[in-house]
Every structure is written in C-alpha cells, then in structure tokens.
C-alpha cells in the first residue's frame, strides 16, 4: 500500500456527506487537503477539527459552476503545498423529478454542477499533474450512472456521462505517458443531504415508502482511500459500493 502522508488532494463538495466523511478519512492518515464547496461556514468548521486534531487543511470557497473558480482552487494547492496529488470531483446534486413535470432549472443545475463542475475540475489540474509526471482523478459517479429508472433521468444521465468522460479520459496517450491514474467511484443510497434537492413530491412520496437501510460516508470513504493506496503502478478504474440491501 502507497502511503498517503503528505499527499496533496485537492475535493469538491467537502462541506457534508461523503465529501466530508472522506475528508476526516484522509486527513486521519496524513493527507494534506485543499477543501472546496460553497458553504464557507461548514468548511471552516471542518477544517478547523481537522487542523486541531493533528491533520493539515485548507479551504477555497469554490462553485464548481464556474471555471474560474476551479482553476483559483488549483492555484490555492499549488500555493499552499506546491503539487496536486488527487483530485477528488465529488461535488454533486441530485433534484430527482419525473420529466414531464418539466423542472428544467433543475436539470440545468445537475448539468452544470455534475458534469460541467467534473470537467472543469479535470481541466484545472491536469496540467500540473502532467508537469509532475504523476496524478490521480477520482470522480463520484453513482449507482444511477450505471442505470436508470422513471424519475431519474437527467440525474443518471448526469452520472453516466461522468462515468463515460472519466473512462474516455483514461485512454488518452497522455495519461499513460504522466502517469496519472483515474477511479470512478459508484456509491448506491448513502445517508447524506443529498435528496434534500429534490422538489417532485411524487419522487418523495416514493423515496418514503422505501424501507432500505443506506450506508454511511465513512463507507465511501475508506473505498476513496483503497483507490489512493494502491501503488503507483496500479490503477482502480471503478468501484460500486452498494448497502448490501440495495436492489
Ligand atoms: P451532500 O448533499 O451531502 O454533498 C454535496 C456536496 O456538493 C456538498 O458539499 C455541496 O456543498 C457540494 N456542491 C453542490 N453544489 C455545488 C456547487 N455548485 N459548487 C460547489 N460545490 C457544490 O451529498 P453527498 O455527499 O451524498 O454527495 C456527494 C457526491 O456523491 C455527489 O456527486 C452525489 O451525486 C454522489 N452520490 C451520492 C449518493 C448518496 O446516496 N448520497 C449516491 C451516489 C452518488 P455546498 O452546498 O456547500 O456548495
């Protein structure tokens, strides 16, 4: 196993769920972290318990919607510590609704923060780990990247592409060449505040009646970190985590 002491990784969507969960993760094992989301407030919090406990973090204010702010992220982990190691693409929403409902704001949100937010995040640190000769990228996908079901639509699109950039993006010469890994991670239901988007009450309804148990943050985030701890020659292309009563 590669030890993750004093790597450089960089995360979208560090302020809850399993952004948040990972980030403890990482820093517990001596990761040093460049945290991004919008909620100031919830990173400094982290931060703050991540530095106090021993671990080394920083934080940049970051709407992956904007690819200025993403390469402003990158500048901050060059500036801080001088490298990228990883890149963690997590940031993501999940507004569930049925499409003849017709919440186009909604799908323009999955689009630009699940897909646009991903590319913009690869396009920020791949010059640098192509300088370095060495990086990983690792993006979130989901279940739903690898299925679809009424309801989810424009959600599993937004995965699937993910999935599918990500894999695209493996093949390149260039990569190979810089020797820069890529992980996609698929997690089935964890409990976070993720389906605190959604609005289509007949998606609620549905999600009630559900009697399955989700897994943690803490679940996905020890997967994040097996993907980090192989050695440099070895590659994790992909990873499904399901809670193992999850159809
Ligand atoms: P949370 O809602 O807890 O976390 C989502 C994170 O994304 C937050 O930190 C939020 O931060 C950030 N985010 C949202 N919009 C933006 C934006 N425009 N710019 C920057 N950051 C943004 O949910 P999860 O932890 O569950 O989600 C993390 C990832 O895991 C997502 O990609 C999700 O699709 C994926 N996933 C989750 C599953 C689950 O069951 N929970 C299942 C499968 C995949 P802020 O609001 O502060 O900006």
Redesign the pocket.
Known sequence: MADLKDKVVVM?????????GTAKELADNGAKLVL????EE??QELTDEINKNGGNAVYNV????SREQLQELAQKALDQYGRIDVLVN?????PLSFMDKLKVDEWDKMV???IK?VLYGVAAVLPTMREQKAGHIIN?????GHTVGPGMSV?SGT?HAVRTITEGLRQEEALAESNIRTTII?????????P??ITDDDVLKGLENSNMT?IQ?KD?ASTIRYAMEQPEEVAINEILVRPTAQQ
Do not use: Q
């Open positions: 979208t969507g560090a302020s809850s769920g399993i952004g948040e991004a989301a919008r909620r919830r990173l970051t709407d992956v919607t997590n940031a993501g929403l999940m630009d923060v699940n937010g979130i996908s989901s279940v739903a959600y995965k698929s997690p089935g239901a964890v409990a976070t505040e993720l605190e988007t989700p943050p996905i």
